[in-house]
Antibody, heavy 117, light 110 residues
């Protein structure tokens, strides 16, 4: 079955960087686009970024553009999110998800990022 | 990139039907059939309930149905059950190549 396991979250000071990973299994990773979505504590879902299956296309939410970079390693079935210049408002649970038929089909359980001084 | 507009809460009695609306613009909901609905129980990851406006993934109850008219999509839950109590989010592809979610609707089963 499809499994997505996020890791790399933690507590970080404003202005610092963090790199999230999402290990995928149970499907052909190289054949699927992938998303990052975040959810601040007690708030709704916020789409963050998407990358195409071959890495040729990447799109970002305005809130993270220029600070976050989505990437993937198809040889290791792993998705990444490099987060730089972190702000307090980036505090959230970060989910990875598969891009499928106009939707986000499968979701991981998330990794928590807390930005605080 | 403003969020799609959903009612903050909707409630219904056991066995009743409820409908959640999701209003966007011609640049997202109205312009594409890439509208989906997600269910999220507290402390859990979201679950896809409807994709491409009205299609159900395998395993999702046929009590859940989706539709769209113009810039507004809708999710209907018929025969409301206790386990349907959750937060529901709509999501849509947008003209800029990005994606967008609604603010979420808390469904309460009375």
């Amino acid at each position: 079955q499809v499994q997505l396991v996020e890791s790399g979250g933690g507590v970080v000071q404003p202005g610092r960087s963090l790199r999230l990973s999402c290990a995928a299994s149970g499907f052909t990773f190289s054949g699927s686009g992938m998303h990052w979505v975040r959810q601040a504590p007690g708030k709704g879902l916020e789409w963050v970024a998407v990358i195409s299956k071959d890495r040729s296309n990447k799109y970002y939410a305005d809130a993270v553009k220029g600070r976050f970079t989505i990437s993937r390693d198809n040889s290791k079935n792993t998705l990444f999110l490099q987060m730089n210049s972190l702000r307090a408002e980036d505090t959230a649970l970060y989910f990875c998800s598969t891009a499928d038929t106009g939707s986000l089909r499968y979701w991981g359980q998330g990794t928590l990022v807390t930005v605080t001084s | 990139q403003s969020a799609l507009t959903q009612p903050a809460s909707v409630s219904g009695s056991l066995g009743q039907s409820i409908t959640i609306s999701c209003t966007g613009s011609s640049g997202d909901v109205g312009g594409y059939n890439y509208v989906a609905w997600y269910q999220q129980h507290p402390g859990k990851a979201p679950k896809l309930m409807i994709y491409e406006v009205s299609n159900r993934p395998s395993g999702v109850s046929n009590r859940f149905s989706g539709s769209k008219s113009g810039n507004t999509a809708s999710l209907t839950i018929s025969g409301l059950q206790a386990e349907d109590e959750a937060d529901y989010y709509c999501g849509s592809y947008t003209t800029s190549g990005s994606w967008m979610f609604g603010g979420g609707t808390k469904v309460t089963v009375l």
